[in-house]
C-alpha cells in the first residue's frame, strides 16, 4: 500500500524576494478585474462544523470553486487575468481601465489586432484560457498532456479553441506549446509555471488566483471571527499555493497561518525538493499516472518556490487513494454539514485532512502542525467533477479505496 509521506521544511529561508507578487495591492487589482465580470460571484465558502467537532478542531472551512464562473474550478480567475494584463502591456492601457465590457469590445480587438493564445492543461486551465479567448474574440490552441479525459477535452472545444490530446507528459505539453507560440505571429503562452526567462505571465495568473485567497481570507474571518491558524493548499507545478501562501502571508505578516502543501506522490517535485533541504527545486519526469490530474506536474514554478520554501511548514505525498477518500468525505457530509462536490486535486487536501486526525501513525505529525482544539483550519476545493464519470467511480463505486 502506497503511504503518506511528509517532511519538515528546514530549508534555509531567503528575503522573500519573490513574496511581493502576491501584494495586497496586486491581489486587489485582480479582484477589481473580475469583479467586472457579469458572470462573478463570490464562490462559498462552506462550514463543515460536524466534521470539525469529529475532528476535535473548533473551525474547518473549505472554499467550494466549483461554482466560479459556471466552470467547475478556478483556474479561469488566473488565465483571464494573465490575458487581461498581457493586453494592458501591449496596449499601453492601465489594467484598471480593462474592465469586462472594455475587452470584450470590438474597438479593442481592432487595437490588438489578432492574438492566438496558447497553454498545456489537463482540462481545468485550458478550460478557462480558452473560455477567456473566446469572450475575447481571439483564438486559443490548447495542447492536453496523454490520459487527458474526453469530458475534459470536449468542454475545451465547446469554447472554440484548438485541442489535441499529445503523446506527452504535461511539462513536455508546456514545452511544445511554448515553442508553437513563439512560431505563431501574434501568439503568446499563457501558463501558470515559470521557468528562467519567463516570469511575467505566470506572476499575473498567480495574482489572479488571489481573488479566490482573498474571497476565502473575507468569509473565514466573517464567519469565524478570527483568521485561520492553518490553510491547507493542494500544489501541481505550485502557483496555486504561492498564490494562497503569499496572499496570506502578506495579509497577516506578524501572526501568519501554518501552511501545509499536498501534492499527489506521482509528481511530488515539491516535496522531493523539501527533502533535498538546499533550497533547490527537484524535477520528477515520467508519465505521473494519477487521478489527481491537475496535480501531475513534475517541474516547479520557480518563482512560487521561494515564496513556498520560505513559508510552508510541511510538504506532503500522498497517494491516489488519500484523493478518493477527500472526494467521498466531501460528497457525502456528516447530517448538518454542506455538501461539497470535489474532485480529485480539488480534494486531495481534504482527504489528507481526514487522514491526518484519523490515523495515530500521523499522530507526531499533528503535533507539529500545532492542531488542537483550538484550531481553524482552511481549505481549497479548487474544482468540481470536472471528469463526472470518475467521479461516480471513486464516490458511488469506491474506486481508487486505501487497500489494507
Known amino acids: 500500500m502506497n503511504s503518506i509521506k511528509w517532511i519538515e521544511n528546514k530549508m534555509p529561508k531567503t528575503e522573500d524576494k519573490e513574496l511581493e507578487i502576491m501584494a495586497l495591492c496586486n491581489v486587489k487589482a485582480a479582484?477589481?478585474?473580475?469583479?467586472?465580470?457579469?458572470?462573478?460571484?463570490?464562490?462559498?465558502l462552506a462550514e463543515l462544523k460536524e466534521l470539525a467537532k469529529f475532528y476535535g478542531i473548533k473551525d474547518l472551512f473549505i472554499k467550494d470553486e466549483s461554482y466560479r464562473f459556471g466552470l467547475n474550478a478556478f483556474k479561469v480567475l488566473g488565465g483571464s487575468f494573465a490575458m487581461a494584463r498581457y493586453i494592458s502591456k501591449l496596449t499601453g492601457r492601465p489594467i484598471e481601465e480593462l474592465t469586462y465590457d472594455v475587452l470584450t469590445s470590438p474597438e479593442l480587438k481592432k487595437e490588438t489586432g489578432d492574438i492566438t493564445f496558447f497553454s498545456a492543461t489537463d482540462g481545468n486551465h485550458g478550460r478557462g484560457v480558452a473560455w477567456a479567448a473566446n469572450k475575447l474574440g481571439q483564438k486559443s490552441v490548447i495542447m492536453m498532456p496523454k490520459g487527458s479525459q474526453k469530458a475534459r477535452f470536449d468542454n475545451i472545444r465547446?469554447?472554440?479553441?484548438?485541442?489535441?490530446?499529445?503523446?506527452?507528459?504535461?511539462?513536455?505539453?508546456?514545452?511544445?506549446?511554448?515553442?508553437?507560440?513563439?512560431?505563431?505571429?501574434?501568439?503568446?503562452?499563457?501558463?501558470?509555471?515559470?521557468?528562467?526567462?519567463?516570469?511575467?505571465?505566470?506572476?499575473?495568473i498567480m495574482q489572479g488566483y488571489g481573488t479566490m485567497a482573498m474571497e476565502a481570507d473575507q468569509?473565514?474571518?466573517?464567519?469565524a471571527?478570527?483568521?485561520?491558524?492553518?490553510?491547507?493548499?493542494?500544489?501541481?507545478?505550485?502557483?496555486?499555493?504561492?498564490?494562497v501562501v503569499g496572499y496570506f502571508a502578506n495579509r497577516y505578516p506578524e501572526n501568519p497561518p501554518t501552511f501545509v502543501v499536498v501534492e499527489s506522490d506521482q509528481a511530488d517535485c515539491l516535496y522531493k525538493s523539501a527533502c533535498a533541504g538546499d533550497g533547490g527545486i527537484r524535477i520528477v519526469d515520467g508519465d505521473m499516472q494519477t487521478i489527481m490530474v491537475g496535480l501531475a506536474c513534475g517541474e516547479p514554478n520557480t518563482s512560487s518556490w521561494q515564496i513556498l520554501k520560505d513559508k510552508?511548514?510541511?510538504?506532503?505525498?500522498?497517494?491516489?487513494?488519500?484523493?478518493?477518500?477527500?472526494?467521498?468525505?466531501?460528497?457525502?457530509?456528516?447530517?448538518?454539514d454542506t455538501r461539497v462536490v470535489s474532485g480529485e486535486s480539488g480534494a486531495a487536501p481534504a482527504g489528507f485532512l481526514y487522514s491526518l486526525m484519523t490515523d495515530e501513525s500521523l499522530a507526531p505529525l499533528r503535533e507539529r502542525l500545532g492542531i488542537d482544539e483550538k484550531s481553524r483550519i482552511l481549505l481549497f476545493s479548487t474544482e468540481g467533477d470536472t471528469d463526472p464519470e470518475n467521479y461516480r467511480r471513486v464516490v458511488w463505486d469506491g474506486a481508487c479505496a486505501k487497500k489494507l
Open 31 to 44: 479582484r477589481a478585474f473580475h469583479e467586472s465580470f457579469p458572470q462573478y460571484k463570490v464562490t462559498p
Open 158 to 204: 465547446k469554447e472554440g479553441a484548438v485541442t489535441t490530446i499529445e503523446e506527452l507528459n504535461y511539462d513536455d505539453c508546456v514545452r511544445k506549446a511554448a515553442k508553437a507560440a513563439g512560431e505563431t505571429p501574434g501568439g503568446v503562452i499563457v501558463q501558470d509555471t515559470a521557468w528562467e526567462g519567463y516570469e511575467e505571465i505566470p506572476a499575473w
Open 219 to 223: 468569509q473565514f474571518s466573517e464567519a
Open 225 to 243: 471571527k478570527e483568521a485561520p491558524s492553518h490553510v491547507f493548499v493542494q500544489a501541481g507545478v505550485g502557483s496555486l499555493a504561492g498564490a
Open 312 to 336: 510552508v511548514a510541511v510538504f506532503v505525498s500522498v497517494p491516489d487513494w488519500v484523493a478518493a477518500n477527500g472526494m467521498r468525505v466531501l460528497g457525502a457530509p456528516l447530517a448538518g
